[in-house]
């Protein structure tokens, strides 16, 4: 049961928007697939959906042709709101989940149940329009719960959404993974993939660039990051000496280094302890996702406008 | 899940979705009380006449001439039209009465005792000479009938001078008999007669009409539930559960669907009126009320032709709105993508009307081209059929033709739309529509 990826290339007239797109997603698994807009997560996502055909390449689920498998097996959540917003609530649920061939009895109970347990039960009757944000992605949420398909995939799942509502949303994801489901989603919040994702895959321009389970992804820069706090504030002014070493962070509770492949971090404490310094924090670690992503691809831009979902505009 | 239970599941959203609107609940009733007013139109007029009939003073010269220029005045104005609904216990339209001079009557009228005032005076050579004097225009009935009345009161007059008796002159002004008919000696039936065939050329005008609202109001609403579908970014979920050609079908039934609950209740409430009509004209007019009529022309086959023509019609045109609308992603520019189609319509109407209105000949070789075209037959065919212009073959072949578009409109509106509806941006030019067309996805 592994979602493969193979080789996926696919052209918008003048713009190459994917450039040999490979990874697999392993079952049970929660898979970030990280990249700035416009770096093709979309376009592969909707490829994986047969909602758009690639110029080469192939998607296969379980050794199968993913499109040989029926509908029901996949499921989607777009970043913008996908909801019907002049249709009350209850009566969309019941729609879509009749589309994948839920009697509307069954289908009704059930998403009155998953609105009761998301605490929107009251705004069954209205409609989707009158929601907040972080109300229209959990009637999305539970409309994918009705179809319950085995491969969930979701495009920036977490945006626009308060702190209460992504722990919401993060503990219901790990649930289905428990439950034995795939699930894939896009995402520039590297944070909420380092916490969430057992492997990522990070995409730039079209291509690949990682991928792989989080831990061996952070760790293939063969860099590690070191964390140091000493007693006196000025007493890793020696550190800048050090070639191998780039401080990447001067904090007020302690100082972040990034330490080259070379250079073995223990030389560090030794080195402070030498020159007297008196050491309360010494740890040696990863460096993080988005420092592996800055690496790779250079800094995200925040303001960056969305750009992958314009066929036309790249046409 | 199979593609029938889709379709049906997507039609019935869009059929419920749109008959719980405010604005539809509201629309079909205006129209079934807009059918009901024209249904009941003769009746209210007639109401509004018998309670105000035109008053018209007569004033003559001669003693004895004013009294028989009322009789012939009276009998000319309040003749049976033909078009009209025949009431022979209904107050006349027109009340004559004589005045004794031209002063007064003029007052009368100026103070609106009189509707009209007619003055006859003999001339030096013997000829009678009329007046009229009134408020209303030159060109109204009132004055045309009084023209008609004051010529055949001259000619009677002179007649009198050449010393015709009057019985005599009951024969002179005797109706002459008068007949149309067809050209074709083999065609003999229906029998024609005036009011039958403007009967029929208005009920293949209305009909015609009918079909062209049907395809321009729907096919917009279509088009927009599309563009709506794009901009809230529903499509993507919906087109992960379905396919492009059933979210296209489903959306063109159950849009259908909504044509025909309205349809429905404005042909129920018409017909309802027309059958009641008697009983209600009794009741508002009394004994003298008389029964009416259904309209002449009415034949089945000329309504199945128009449910063969109106259900086709829309089909066809539905499927293209649907793709032209997949094209855009804003609602602005919704008007600019179905132009062509509606510019297309509009012609098909605007030919099929002049033609069923007699305003360009509808036998003309080109007239008949153009209902072979499958976008114009629609709005052309019904007026021709309903004055049995149009040869079995001619149907047979423009409803072949049809189909056969249909088809095609089918399989090119679904390539554009499995395309069009993930297209964002700015609106594709001809070219991108045509590489769609060719390469699809």
């Known amino acids: 049961m592994t979602l493969v990826i193979d080789g996926l290339r696919k052209r918008f007239g003048e713009v190459l928007a994917l450039d040999g797109v490979s990874f697999a997603v392993h079952p049970g698994e929660v898979f970030g697939f990280l990249g700035a807009n416009g770096a093709g997560k979309t376009t592969t996502m909707r490829i994986v959906l047969g909602l758009m055909k690639a110029d080469e390449g192939s998607v296969s689920w379980n050794g199968e042709p993913a499109r040989s498998w029926p509908r029901r097996t996949w499921g989607y959540m777009p970043e913008e709101r996908g909801l019907y917003l002049r249709m009350p609530v209850i009566d969309q649920l019941v729609h879509f989940a009749a589309l994948y061939g839920v009697p509307r009895r069954k289908a009704r109970e059930e998403a009155l149940a998953w609105l009761e347990r998301f605490r929107i039960a009251d705004l069954a009757d209205r409609r989707a329009e009158t929601l907040s944000k972080g109300n229209q992605q959990k009637v999305q949420y539970v409309a994918t719960m009705l179809q319950d398909p085995d491969v969930l995939l979701m495009d920036e799942p977490f945006v626009g959404l308060d702190p209460v509502n992504v722990a919401l949303l993060k503990s219901a994801f790990l649930e289905l993974r428990d439950a034995g489901k795939t699930l894939v989603f896009s995402t520039h919040q590297l944070e909420q993939a380092e916490a969430l994702c057992d492997s990522v895959a990070i995409i730039d321009h079209g291509r690949i660039v990682a991928s792989g389970s989080t831990r061996d992804v952070r760790r293939s ?90 066929v036309g505009a790249r046409a | 899940m199979s593609t029938a239970s889709n379709i049906a599941t997507i039609a019935r959203r869009e059929y419920l979705v749109r008959v719980r609107t405010r604005s539809f609940v509201l629309g079909t009733a205006l129209l079934v009380i807009g059918v009901l007013v024209i249904a009941f139109l003769p009746l209210i007029v007639r109401q509004l006449d018998r309670v105000n009939p035109t008053k018209i003073a007569v004033v003559a010269s001669e003693p004895g001439l004013a009294q028989t220029a009322a009789g012939t005045l009276s009998g000319v104005l309040n003749a049976p039209t033909g078009t009209g609904i025949p009431d022979p216990g209904a107050p006349p339209d027109f ?267 509808i036998r003309a070789g080109w007239v008949v081209g153009l209902t072979m075209v499958p976008f114009l037959a629609p709005f052309m065919m019904l007026g021709r059929i309903s004055i049995g212009a149009a040869l079995p073959w001619e149907i047979v072949l423009s409803l072949v033709l049809l189909v056969a578009m249909l088809a095609v409109a089918l399989w090119v509106a679904a390539r554009i739309y499995a395309v069009g509806v993930l297209l964002y941006g700015s609106r594709p030019g001809a070219r991108v529509v045509w590489r769609l067309l060719r390469e699809g996805m």
């Open chain 1, 221 to 310: 820069t063969g860099r590690q990051a070191v964390r140091i706090a000493t007693s006196s504030d000025d007493g890793l002014d020696w550190l800048a000496a050090l070639p191998e070493c780039t401080v990447t962070r001067r904090g007020r509770d302690y100082t972040e280094l990034r330490v080259a492949a070379g250079l073995d971090p223990q030389v560090i404490l030794r080195g402070a302890l030498d020159r007297g310094e008196e050491v309360l924090r010494f740890e040696v670690t990863d460096p993080s996702l988005e420092d592996v992503f800055v690496e790779r691809v250079g800094a995200l831009d925040p303001g960056e406008e969305a750009t992958l979902s314009a």
């Open chain 2, 95 to 361: 009340v004559i009465s004589v005045v004794p001079d031209v002063a007064a009557g003029r007052r009368a009228v100026v103070d609106g005792t009189y509707g009209a005032l007619l003055s006859l005076e003999r001339q030096a050579s013997g000829q009678l000479a009329f007046t009229l004097y009134t408020n209303e225009p030159s060109t109204g009935r009132t004055a045309a009938l009084t023209r008609q009345a004051a010529t055949a009161m001259a000619v009677a007059d002179r007649l009198d001078t050449l010393g015709v008796k009057a019985a005599d002159q009951t024969a002179l002004f005797a109706p002459a008999e008068f007949a149309v008919t067809w050209p074709d000696p083999a065609k003999t039936d229906p029998t024609r007669d005036v009011a039958g065939a403007m009967g029929q050329d208005m009920l293949a005008f209305g009909m015609t009409i009918l079909i062209f609202m049907i395809v321009i109001m729907y096919g917009n609403w279509i088009a927009m539930s599309v563009v709506e579908e794009k901009s809230s970014r529903v499509m993507e979920v919906v087109l992960n559960a379905a396919t492009p050609l059933q979210l296209l079908a489903g959306k063109v039934f159950g849009v259908g669907a909504v044509a025909c609950t309205q349809y429905a209740a404005v042909v129920l409430g018409g017909g309802a009126a027309l059958l009641l009509q008697g009983t209600v004209a009794q009741l508002v007019l009394g004994t003298g009320g008389g029964a009416v009529d259904l309209p002449q022309g009415l034949t089945p086959a000329l309504l199945l032709a128009f449910g063969v023509y109106g259900l086709l019609g829309f089909l066809l045109y539905a499927t293209l709105f649907a793709a032209a609308g997949s094209l855009v992603s804003r609602q602005e520019d919704v008007n600019a993508a179905v132009m062509p189609l509606t510019l297309l319509s509009t012609a098909g109407y605007m030919i099929g009307v002049y033609a069923a209105m007699g305003l360009i000949d």
